[in-house]
C-alpha cells in the first residue's frame, strides 16, 4: 500500500466523453479513499484549474479534448503538481490520430493505411481505394464520429457526420480481424485482451452498453502471435514518447500481423474498463492499479521546464 496521500482526481470535463470520465474518476477515487489516501474530485475546465492547497499529485481520469491532449498536462506543469499518465508532448501526438500516425510510419510501427480528409475534400478519394474503409475524427476518443463505410455511396454521409466532431477526419483501411488491446504500465506489458462485439462494429454503443461486448483476457493466440501483438503495442507507445502507462489498440489480420489503430494515453478506468481488466488477469486489483499509476507519477522528478514523462 502507497504512503497515504492528498490526490486530486480530474474527471469529467468540457469533452464529448464527459460522461465516461465522470464514471472513470468515480470509481478512481471510490479506490483510492478505500486504500486511506485523502481525494478531492474537481470537474476543470481550461485555464480555470484550482487544486486544493496541499494537494500531492492529481491523477487524471479525464478523457478526450483538454484531458488527452495535453492542455490539462501543460497547466499541472505549470503549477508543479505531478500528474499520472503520459506527458504534454506524448499526450498532443496520441490524441491526434493524424500526427499519431506518421509518427507511426515514420518509426516502422505496423498500422493501417490512411489519409486524412477535410470539408474541402469530401468525394472518395480515387481508384486506389476501395471499401471497406473507417472514418474517424482527427481529434475525437471513445468512438466518437466514428463511422464505418461498406459501400462508395455511403462515404458522403459518413464523412459529414464525422466531420461533425472535427474539422479533420482519418480514412483508414477497414482491417477485418480480430480486435484486441494491450495494456502498458510503466516497463509492464499486459495480457492481451480480445474485443469481441456480439453485434456489429466496437462503436460507442457496444463499446459502453453493458453486455453487448465479450471480452477474453488472455486472447487465444499463440504465444508468438501475442509476442507480435505486444511488441507492436510497445513500439507504438515508445514512438509517441510514451510515459508511465496507456492503453494500444491493435488489430490482428487473419495471417496472426499486428495493425496498431492508436495509442490511448488516458484509457478507461472503471473497473470494468479494459486495463483494468488486463491489470487482473495478472494479479493486480483495481485498488492496486491505481496507486501504482498515483505512484508513477510521483517518482517523475521535476525539471527547471516542469515535469517530464
Not at 32 to 37: K, M, P, V, Y
Not at 63 to 73: A, F, L, M, N
Not at 266 to 278: H, I, Q, V
Request: charge should be negative; proline fraction near 7%.
Amino acid at each position: 500500500m502507497s504512503i497515504p496521500r492528498q490526490v486530486a482526481v480530474l474527471l469529467g470535463g468540457p469533452s464529448a466523453e464527459r460522461e465516461v470520465s465522470l464514471r472513470s474518476g468515480a470509481a478512481v477515487a471510490a479506490a483510492l479513499r478505500s486504500a486511506g489516501h485523502t481525494v478531492a474530485e474537481i470537474d476543470p475546465r481550461p485555464g480555470t484549474l484550482e487544486l486544493p492547497p496541499g494537494t500531492e499529485v492529481a491523477f487524471l481520469a479525464l478523457h478526450g479534448t483538454y484531458g488527452e491532449d495535453g492542455q490539462v498536462q501543460s497547466e499541472l506543469e505549470r503549477l508543479g503538481v505531478p500528474y499520472t499518465g503520459c506527458g504534454v508532448e506524448a499526450s498532443r501526438l496520441a490524441f491526434d490520430k493524424q500526427l499519431a500516425k506518421q509518427r507511426f510510419v515514420a518509426t516502422g510501427v505496423p498500422t493501417p493505411r490512411f489519409l486524412t480528409l477535410t470539408s474541402s475534400n469530401t468525394t472518395w478519394p480515387g481508384a486506389d481505394w476501395t471499401p471497406p474503409v473507417v472514418l474517424k475524427p482527427s481529434r475525437q476518443g471513445s468512438s466518437v464520429g466514428l463511422q464505418f463505410v461498406d459501400r462508395v455511396e455511403e462515404f458522403p454521409a459518413a464523412l459529414s457526420e464525422s466531420l461533425r466532431h472535427d474539422h479533420s477526419v482519418l480514412l483508414e483501411e477497414r482491417i477485418l480481424g480480430r480486435e484486441t488491446t494491450v495494456g502498458i504500465l510503466g516497463d509492464i506489458l499486459l495480457p492481451v485482451v480480445e474485443v469481441v462485439p456480439k453485434q456489429g462494429a466496437y462503436d460507442y454503443q457496444n463499446k459502453y452498453t453493458s453486455g453487448r461486448t465479450d471480452y477474453f483476457c488472455p486472447a487465444s493466440f499463440d504465444p508468438l502471435v501475442t509476442r507480435r501483438i505486444q511488441q507492436a503495442a510497445w513500439a507504438a507507445f515508445q514512438a509517441i514518447g510514451g510515459g508511465d502507462y496507456a492503453r494500444v489498440d491493435v488489430m490482428v489480420r487473419a495471417d496472426g500481423q499486428p495493425s496498431v489503430l492508436e495509442v490511448n494515453t488516458l484509457p478507461g478506468m472503471t473497473e470494468t474498463s479494459l486495463l483494468p481488466k488486463a491489470a487482473a488477469a495478472v494479479g493486480i486489483s483495481f485498488v492496486e492499479l491505481c496507486e501504482r499509476m498515483m505512484d508513477l507519477a510521483i517518482r517523475r522528478k521535476p525539471t527547471s521546464g516542469g515535469l517530464v514523462c
